[in-house]
């Protein structure tokens, strides 16, 4: 099959067909009468292999090196549970990180609620993220 109809059969567009052979996740054979692409089956395997991997939230380079160790006929199983344990842990700072920044926000948010709209004096940008100083920074970063 051509790229589009991989593409149409997969749910992506034909420019992701194309990116993913670019850089050798899909390696399709050339038709020697015309130089067109030319997928199998196997390809819309692994083009929904690689689908699911990204939703998982594996990098490119991971599902690569993945591909490849299977490839070769070494499991890749260990590999993955090491980097989704890398990528829990990764996640979970993310989110406190963000949950932080959302009392920060919160917080600014009330501090402003009774303040009116300065206009600029030349020595503040703007009086309402001045005003709230140190006061929005320490209660969340630790």
Known sequence: ??????ANLVGVTPDTV???????????????DNGYRRFKD????RLRFVLRAR???FHLDEIAKIIGMSDRG????????????????ETRERV???????????????????????????????????????ECQHTTDA
């Open 96 to 134: 406190a990180e963000m949950q932080a920044l959302q009392a920060r926000l919160e917080q600014a948010l009330a501090l402003w609620a009774e303040m009116p709209n300065a206009e600029p004096d030349g020595h503040a940008t703007c009086a309402l993220i001045d005003a709230t100083g140190d």
């Open 55 to 57: 939703r998982l939230g």
């Open 1 to 6: 099959m051509k790229v589009s109809e991989l």
């Open 42 to 45: 196997t390809d819309v395997h």
């Open 74 to 89: 070494r499991t890749p199983c260990p590999v993955v549970r090491e980097i989704v344990q890398r990528r829990i842990a």
């Open 18 to 32: 194309r990116y993913y052979t670019s850089i050798g996740l899909l390696v399709p054979a050339i038709d020697p």
